[in-house]
């Protein structure tokens, strides 16, 4: 490289660490399409706190820096860091920073990141700042993901934090999860780095309401299935949530019921009242359902139910989870009624028929082994009928589960909607019917 572009390039490097380093609120950096230098003016553009960097010098400025850091820095690691100067710390930094805006898929290059703030040579808040900028242009970059949790977990770890500082923390990232989901679909990286602040803040957070932030995620992330119905990454933090909704207290589960524009009770007895068996067994109208407790009706969906250890049913509890899954059922028949073929929604559907299922196994005590339902010991109890392990259960139990009203109600459910998708020329519908016979088990029952 010749002494002319040596001058331009460590400008320019200038030019954009001087941009970072004074305007603290930047939010996104770009590169802007530009063939030529021919206004004669550097290349680095910062207006109402953006970055950009014209296209023309990525490919020199990129290399150079690169290089640098590969010949000079590249063994960093094996040296002792008393012999690096601060000097040495401010030259790397600067050449990371425009390497990794224009290129942030080096793991390699984060790592040296890594080093630098565990030697306190980089703040952590401003480091979060630059990730974000790098994912303002690559919404999709993993290696910046990872390095925000890095940092967040070396942050949260402090004792100095206030909560009401650690949760503008974990908003701050809930909101970055927002901004790289919308400007990529299917961002897979983003939703799962969601996934993984929600789960961990438990552990963090000690003295923070969760059951409020699982109510707030649980929201969101209905909004966000009805307009990315295609983001089977969006669909996986729903089934995530609706995990989180099954463990609210009575509490949270009222403010819960308080802050949702549905009555998930009557959905929940609608469904239930519209797929009855027409053998005349059960005869009940959706208002007598809705007057019903909990516990009557769930003695009325599993009516036959046969005791077989001493532990007691929470009845309360199941029939919540049930509302949840049931609503999640009938939002789900909407969406797939409106958006034709979309296969997405059609997975959804199996880890909603899924839970229905295993809610069902876990209320009679069974599970599936080997395709074979078996009776589940019972860890609670020490009768003496419930030792023998891992015994096929008989045909009785079988019918115990099979002809349960809430069985029948779902599997008439499935049957019609089935058929009525099949009807109106959607391929997926019969996906769904072999899911149900040959994964599920339900082959001779359907």
């Not at 400007?183 to 929600?198: A, D, Q």
């Not at 020490?382 to 809430?406: E, G, H, P, T, W």
Request: glycine share 2%; proline share 1%; net charge neutral.
């Amino acid at each position: 490289m010749d002494d002319d572009k040596y001058a331009l390039v460590e400008k320019i490097v200038k030019d954009m660490h001087n941009v970072l380093s004074k305007t603290t609120e930047l939010y996104a950096f770009d590169i802007v399409p530009v063939d030529s230098n021919f206004r004669n003016k550097s290349p680095v553009l910062s207006a109402e706190n953006c970055l950009g960097l014209e296209s023309w010098c990525v490919k020199h400025v990129y290399m150079y820096c690169y290089s640098e850091i590969k010949e000079k820095y590249g063994m960093m690691s094996q040296r002792k860091y008393k012999r690096i100067t601060t000097l040495d710390f401010e030259r790397l930094v600067k050449l990371l920073n425009v390497t990794l805006l224009i290129n942030p898929d080096i793991t390699t290059l984060w790592n040296k990141r890594r080093e630098i703030v565990q030697l306190l040579s980089l703040d952590k808040v401003s480091e979060l700042q630059f990730s974000r900028l790098v994912l303002s242009r690559k919404p999709k970059c993993n290696d910046a993901f990872a390095y925000r949790r890095w940092l967040l977990g070396s942050i949260l770890q402090s004792d100095n934090l206030q909560t009401n500082e650690l949760e503008n923390l974990i908003n701050s990232e809930l909101r970055i999860c927002d901004e790289t989901s919308d400007k990529s679909p299917n961002n897979y990286h983003s939703w799962s780095h969601r996934l993984s602040i929600v789960d961990n803040m438990k552990n963090v957070l000690k003295h923070y309401d969760m059951n409020s932030l699982y109510i707030k995620e649980y929201i969101f992330s209905e909004k966000c299935i009805s307009n990315h119905v295609s983001d089977y990454s969006c669909f996986h933090y729903r089934q995530f949530c609706i995990r989180n909704i099954f463990n609210l207290d009575n509490s949270s589960w009222k403010s819960f019921e308080n802050t949702i524009d549905i009555n998930l009770r009557k959905v929940f007895v609608r469904l239930v009242a519209n797929n009855l068996p027409k053998d005349g067994t059960v005869q009940a109208t959706e208002d007598n359902l809705v007057s019903y407790t909990e516990e009557n009706l769930i003695n009325l969906l599993f009516s036959y139910n046969v005791k077989n250890c001493n532990c007691t049913v929470n009845n309360l509890a199941l029939c919540r989870k049930l509302e949840v899954v049931c609503h999640e059922l009938v939002l789900n028949n909407e969406l797939i009624r409106f958006y034709h073929s979309h296969e997405t929604l059609w997975y959804h559907r199996r880890f909603i028929l899924h839970e229905l299922i295993a809610m069902m196994y876990d209320h009679f005590s069974l599970f599936r082994n080997n395709g074979i339902l078996v009776k589940k010991n019972c860890k609670h109890c020490s009768l003496n009928d419930m030792r023998q392990k891992q015994a096929k259960i008989s045909r009785y139990d079988s019918n115990c589960i099979y002809n349960s009203v809430l069985f029948q109600v779902i599997l008439i459910h499935e049957n019609n909607f089935i058929e009525e998708r099949q009807t109106d020329g959607d391929n997926y519908a019969g996906r769904h019917e072999k899911y149900l016979k040959f994964v599920e088990g339900l082959n001779n029952v359907m």
